[in-house]
């Protein structure tokens, strides 16, 4: 299908022909529980326990990594994304479905599971609440942007050393707190969108849901991995996380 089509979510036509498919908050959560899951089996299997600081911490950083994966469509799709925004404007009038509900449910196939062009519609529908992701001048796109190609690396390397504790606590501790503290800030900062009197355009009960639930979770397991890696720096071990 081309890509400046406009008339329809763009993985429906592929549902309807291809027998393999998945909703997309179905396919979401998967992978961010086979993530997890891997974090916290691997460290079972090796030390034989179990660590709730531990397990929050790969939960969030497996979050960190979808979401790197959207962010980097979010640069790969900018055009397309300021289109599909108006498509998702003018079918949220037409039909009273709100984009982002429509959109998780939509199933999409197998074969087009890893397509920017899908994920794009991750920043479409936000943009019906929050117009910044449909405007490359704005903090929120570009801040995004740059979590997306920059924070990968380091977050597979907290995930591999707060797993297996592979490097010493005085290294992953000061990488650590880099990390958790720029998510801390810019995720503060993200609360421009008050000061700009963006929330006025949406309904109480959205900003509650979209704006604050899905960006609160970066303030509060960021405080609580800046912790952690604090306590890695002074203790110069792992014992914060059960080692």
């Known amino acids: 299908m081309p890509e400046n089509r406009t008339d329809r979510t763009h993985s429906e036509p592929e549902a309807h022909r291809v027998r393999l498919a998945i909703p997309v908050v179905v396919f979401t959560v998967l992978v961010i529980a086979i993530l997890t899951l891997a974090g916290i089996g691997a460290r079972y299997w090796t ?27 979010l640069f790969l799709k900018r055009d397309y994304i300021e289109l599909r925004t108006e498509y998702w404007r003018k079918r949220w009038r037409e039909t009273g479905r709100k984009p982002a509900i429509e959109f998780l449910t939509t199933k999409i196939p197998l074969t ?4 920017p062009t899908v994920w794009a519609d991750v920043w479409a529908t936000y943009s019906q609440f929050d117009g910044s992701y449909a405007d490359r001048r704005s903090y929120g ?21 707060f797993t297996f504790d592979i490097l010493p606590a005085l290294v992953a501790g000061i990488v650590g707190v880099m990390l958790f503290w720029q998510w801390a800030y810019t995720t503060s900062v993200y609360c421009s969108i008050f000061s700009a009197n963006r929330q ?6 959205d900003m509650y849901i979209y704006v604050w639930g899905t960006n609160s979770p970066w303030v509060l397991f960021a405080l609580l991995g800046l912790y952690v890696s604090i306590r890695l720096i ?9 080692y």
């Open 47 to 73: 030390r034989g326990d179990f660590n709730v600081i531990h397990a929050l911490l790969i939960l969030f950083l497996s979050i960190n990594l979808v979401i790197c994966y959207w962010e980097v469509c």
């Open 112 to 115: 087009k599971v890893l397509s």
């Open 141 to 161: 796109y570009n801040v995004d942007i740059a979590n997306g190609f920059v924070t990968p690396i380091p977050t597979l390397i907290l995930y591999a050393a």
């Open 200 to 205: 006025t355009r949406i309904s109480r009960g």
């Open 234 to 242: 002074l203790n110069g071990d792992y014992s914060v996380l059960g």
